[in-house]
């Protein structure tokens, strides 16, 4: 990601990578890929122990994994609330036919893509 380009195909980015996003299956070989270690070697050092944050999603069914960018540098996704009613909107109202209250919440969110370049997708084994 450190190698991505601007829109003029020249000036580079420098993307750091910050998130490691997988599925349930691949949780466990995620945790083990970015353990820190104590290496006895230099050839032992794991180059992503503490570079990327773990994060697992149980709707990634199969062995795909992404990658975000740090949301500091570049962005890949935004969201924002329907007319800056940010948080639950709450509504109540006193109920005739009992002795009580009615309640009712809802949340006006939306999410969307900014810049492709701050993902990186791996479909995982074919």
């Known amino acids: 990601m450190r190698g991505v380009t601007g829109l003029d195909g020249k000036t ?6 910050k998130f490691l996003l997988v599925g349930p299956e691949l949780e466990s070989a995620a945790e083990r890929l970015l353990a820190s270690i104590y290496p006895a070697t230099v050839d032992d ?5 503490s570079k990327l944050s773990l994060l697992v999603e149980p709707r990634i069914t199969d062995e ?17 609330y329907l007319s800056s009613a940010q948080g639950v909107q709450i509504q109540r109202a006193e109920a005739w036919s009992t002795l009580g209250l009615k309640f009712r919440a809802w949340l006006d969110f939306g999410a969307g893509w900014l810049d492709w370049r701050a993902a990186y997708l791996n479909e995982g084994a074919a």
């Open 64 to 80: 795909r994994w992404y990658v975000f960018a740090d949301p500091a540098r570049l962005a890949a996704i935004q969201y924002g």
């Open 45 to 49: 050092v794991n180059a992503f122990g």
């Open 12 to 17: 580079l980015i420098n993307v750091t990578p």
